[in-house]
């Protein structure tokens, strides 16, 4: 189901109404805008998930991504990669390293937050 739409003054975009509907969408609703590697950008309804929200305060690191292409060129051609390999490839420049239990507590707090 494709729908089209135009930017207007200040790059503000109309939301066709039929999507509004399909996405249950109303006045102060937030909404996200995911960037997939194909070059699709899907639109939902935000979960409000603070971590959503933070991903924009860090760069991307070019490094990182070369890694994460070159790993997926491998696992598309069926090879196996050793799991040492993916050593740091979450880290983000700015990102300050956090134990196991603050991110136990992350989780903690963000499924409370989803399903209260």
Do not use: C
């Not at 249950?24 to 998930?49: A, C, H, P, W, Y």
């Not at 050793?82 to 390293?97: C, E």
């Amino acid at each position: 189901m494709a729908k089209t739409t135009v930017s207007v003054d200040d790059l503000v975009t109309v939301i066709p109404q039929k999507v509004l509907d399909f996405l249950q969408l109303k006045t102060g609703d937030r909404i996200d805008f995911i960037m997939e590697e194909n070059g699709k950008v899907v639109i939902q309804l935000s979960n409000g998930s603070e971590a959503e929200e933070d991903e924009e305060d860090y760069e991307e690191d070019p490094d990182v991504t070369a890694r994460m292409t070159a790993l997926r060129s491998r696992l598309d051609r069926g090879e196996t990669i050793d799991i040492r390999d993916l050593a740091g490839i979450l880290h983000r420049k700015g990102m300050k390293p956090v134990s196991v239990e603050e991110m136990d507590e992350g989780i903690k707090d963000y499924m409370r937050k989803k399903f209260s």
